[in-house]
């Protein structure tokens, strides 16, 4: 998701893309990644994006519980919204970048809508690690040979063992 157009929100065409890309993957027995940079659900759009966070989490109920396959989900900053009450806290290894905005609401709006004030770094990639909300947080230099070894790890022990064809 490109951040950069319209805070790379997931609208429709989005949420249609990424559901056919976990279909692909489940009809292909192929691991997925997921790298997730997103400012929540493109709300011009109404219900029709809110339907993704479900589209994409009934994709991925049937991805990883029916077919037992291996999804690893990338949060960037910022991943928020729609995409973290989704997708983006589904993978079986949850992997967050150093200094990543992570939250479902922004401060502004967790402040005007409790009356209460959110201690600063509250929603940062460090402080939600020691809170236990995702696994590793992984700097970009060295993600690669962090998927390498998660990648060898499942073939090792395989959730889906694959028929020898």
Excluded: W
């Amino acid at each position: 998701m490109d951040f950069q157009f319209m805070g790379g929100s997931m609208g429709s065409v989005v949420g249609e893309k990424i559901t056919r890309l976990i279909e692909y993957a489940t009809n292909e027995f192929l691991p997925l990644i997921l790298v997730c940079s997103s400012g929540g659900a493109r709300m011009q759009e109404g219900s029709l994006s809110l339907m993704q966070m479900a589209k994409i989490s009934s994709a991925l109920y049937d991805y990883q519980s029916n077919k037992k396959l291996f999804y690893v989900s990338i949060l960037t900053s910022p991943t928020t919204g729609g995409v973290t009450a989704s997708f983006g806290m589904l993978g079986d290894i949850i992997i967050a970048e150093p200094n990543s905005y992570i939250a479902f609401a922004g401060k502004r709006v967790i402040e005007q809508t409790l009356k209460k004030t959110v201690p600063e770094g509250s929603q940062a990639a460090e402080y939600l690690f020691h809170k236990g909300l995702f696994d590793p947080i992984v700097p970009r230099n060295t993600l690669k040979g962090v998927l390498s070894e998660l990648f060898q790890l499942h073939a090792f022990f395989p959730l889906n063992p694959k028929k020898i064809k």
